[in-house]
């Protein structure tokens, strides 16, 4: 079980409280992890078609409300995540390299966000914390 | 590969990096040791309090160092021979650090620029800083 420290938790959940559920940087970011998943997205074919896509926007913030799950199950990552990893494997036969590059890619997103307020010790919650939904995500994995 | 476009982009970047050399540098070494603590193995000479003389000096060289790089992006491998050499065969630090540096001195970026940060920015540098990766990897076998 990770073990999170009352200063990590209160990092995690004072950015959490503060984010609009939106998550236009990430396809652009990483060009790779579209085609396969995402073909049926329609246009992306440009970091600013992605942006403006819809169908991006609608499953960013289904990403990100995932992720609020997490946030709100910190003590239970594991279990939270058990079906999405086996989504994840069995049907979407996703490389969960790509966990990770989303996770790298979603603490530029909030530094750019927030700034200054993203200090060191946000930052290496936050890591942490994506690393652990990371792992989660591929724990079931066969 | 950079596009034209891309190098615009870095260029355009760069050109807010001048004159926050030190602080940019400094500041995204401390989140690495903040972040990666594994990263410090490689510095138990210095002083890794916030602020050190030492991780302030060293930024302000390794920041200066990406600058000439992005002077030179159409011939990464002869900019960075040098470097390249003293990582590969003096400093030996394993590539994989060099993913970490980035991502920290890409959230240094952000930081700073904020919404100027976009997703086209961030992804012309991210490409960048892995060709720059890529070459300072390249004499380690």
């Known amino acids: ?142 | 590969m950079l596009t034209a476009d891309d190098k615009k982009l870095i260029q355009a970047i760069w050109d807010k990096v001048q004159g926050h050399q030190e602080d940019f540098g400094a500041e995204a070494l401390q989140r690495m040791f903040i972040t990666y603590p594994p990263t410090k193995t490689y510095f138990p000479h210095f002083d890794l309090s916030p602020g050190s003389d030492q991780i302030r000096g060293h930024g302000k060289k390794v920041v200066n160092a990406l600058g000439n790089a992005v002077k030179s992006m159409d011939n990464l491998s002869q900019a960075l021979s040098e470097l390249s050499n003293l990582h590969a065969y003096n400093l030996r630090v394993d590539p994989v650090n060099f993913k970490l540096l980035s991502q920290c001195f890409q959230v240094v970026l952000a930081v700073h620029l904020g919404k100027e940060y976009t997703p086209e920015v961030h992804s012309a540098f991210d490409k960048f800083l892995s060709a720059v990766a890529a070459v300072l990897a390249e004499k380690y076998r």
């Open chain 1, 1 to 142: 079980m990770v073990h999170w420290t009352a200063e990590e938790k209160q990092l995690i959940t004072s950015v959490w409280s503060k984010v609009n559920v939106q998550l236009p940087g990430v396809c652009s970011a990483a060009p790779w992890t579209e085609k396969p998943f995402f073909a049926s997205f329609g246009n992306l074919s440009s970091p600013t078609a992605i942006v403006g896509n819809p169908k991006v926007r609608a499953h960013g913030r289904k990403v990100l409300t995932s992720f609020g799950e997490a946030i709100k199950n910190l003590d239970n990552i594991k279990a939270t995540y058990a079906k999405l990893s086996e989504l994840h494997c069995e049907k979407l036969h996703v490389d969960p390299e790509n966990f990770r590059l989303l996770g790298d890619i979603l603490i530029i997103v909030l530094a750019s966000h927030f700034a200054r307020d993203f200090t060191p010790a946000c930052q290496f919650a936050w890591q942490k914390l994506v690393s652990v939904v990371a792992h989660a995500l591929a724990r079931k994995y066969h």
